[in-house]
């Protein structure tokens, strides 16, 4: 195992960001946390990144003791978090000529290790301007770089896309799958269920610093156990009402997704579905789009913790 933790703990003052979480995470291997923002995802990186010291449990990170040996695991890893750091002042080249030059390349080396992250990292055509002209796919582009300057066995990734458009998302999915095709462990955090499904072999899904939940894609779903009910109407200021009137016949609660514009609901049945759409009809309400079918990771996740993935509310920072 690249990481392995058991019983990881982390409380602030009366609040218990990170309660006994286990983890396994084979080498090679692109391991998700999922949560909502407050989830307690970044204690727990940051407690397997040796900034922050647990106050229960073990981990090891490529067989390196979390605390009994620290600069051990240092020495294999590389994190990235959730904002850039760089000098804005500098261009990409000199950012990553500097830390080269720290991490002990010598002058020449450290001008052909920042070459070839540069063009790898497909910014080899903006080497020459200044960061703070950069924009945030960019910047994220090449605030992973710098934490390939030495190629580490673990790379920690905490939520590697937040806040960029959906092109340079795909641009950084890209790159990580590269890296771990080229062999490097690598951890991400994310609250985006699309971001889990398409990069993770496997995920772990933490809610108020517990996980709740682990496994493939499809085994997460699989896990809820039944399909799920999809309706659009021709007036969404009548969704609450909608919800409302299928949450009484099917006994499930009822999730809109994130642009507000669909219901979902767990149903046991088809003949369940069928006797919920005809009630919605009969009560007057234009469904002008259904679908019955196995749970997205969205559903999933809403069944899991009864709230959207994109919900603020939490316990942990």
Known sequence: MAVAARGLSKSFGHLKAVDGIDLDVPEGEIFAILGPNGAGKTTLMRMLATLIVPDGGTATILGRDLAQDPAGVRSQIALTGQFASLDEDLTGRENLILLARLWGFSRAGSKARAAELLDAFDLADAA???????????????????????????????????????????????????????????????????????????????????????????????EVGAGFLSVALADPSRLDAAAALLADSLGHEVNRNAEDTHLSVMVDTPAAANAALSALIEAGFEVTDFEMGAPSLEEVFFALTGRPADDTEGDAP
Do not use: N
């Open 128 to 222: 020459t301007r200044q960061v703070k002209d950069y924009s945030g796919g960019m910047r994220r582009r090449l605030d992973i770089a710098a934490s390939l300057i030495v190629t580490p066995g673990v790379l920690f990734l905490d939520e590697p896309t937040t806040g960029l458009d959906p092109t340079a998302r795909q641009k950084v999915w890209r790159l990580i799958r590269q890296l771990a095709e080229s062999g490097v462990t690598i951890l991400l955090t994310t609250q985006y269920l699309e971001e889990a499904d398409q990069l993770a072999r496997r995920i772990a899904v933490i809610d108020h610093g517990r996980k709740i939940a682990e496994g493939t894609s499809r085994e997460l779903k699989a």
